[in-house]
């Protein structure tokens, strides 16, 4: 009994510490490979850049994080990853979702990995 005990505490406490990034779908348009960056380095946007860019990947995961999208985007050499989160819970009685109770909530995040023209 003790042992079980001992087992499923040591399950409870990993479980956590496992990413719960789920569905994930990414799709690299490149012929060739970039070299990683340091995460630190790849800027997160939540719109489009002024300046001239390049897709080079879409990004996609159901309970990801920001920075999931972000290791993701440095991983294959992004200057940028543009986050736009999706999904998510609504109010049935408030059809404007601007002023919807429940509009910050999102279940998936698509990110769109670029580098910057006049960089590369």
């Known amino acids: 009994m003790r042992l079980k005990l ?3 505490v040591v399950i409870f406490s990993v479980l956590p510490l496992i990413g719960c990034v789920s569905d994930e779908a ?3 348009y490149l012929k060739h490979r970039l ?3 340091n995460v630190k380095e790849v800027q997160v946007l939540s719109e489009a850049p002024q300046k001239e860019y390049t897709v080079i990947a879409d990004l996609q995961a159901k309970n990801a994080s920001v920075r999931y ?3 993701r985007a440095a991983q294959i050499g992004a200057d940028a990853v543009i986050v ?3 999904g998510g819970n609504y109010s049935k ?4 979702a ?9 279940d ?3 990110g769109t990995a670029i580098i910057y023209n006049d960089e590369k």
């Open 108 to 110: 998936r995040l698509l």
């Open 93 to 96: 009685d408030e059809v404007w």
């Open 6 to 8: 001992t087992i499923l």
């Open 98 to 106: 601007g002023k919807d109770r429940e509009s910050k909530s999102y």
């Open 35 to 37: 070299a990683p960056r």
């Open 26 to 28: 990414n799709r690299c």
């Open 69 to 71: 999208l972000r290791e």
């Open 84 to 86: 736009v989160p999706v």
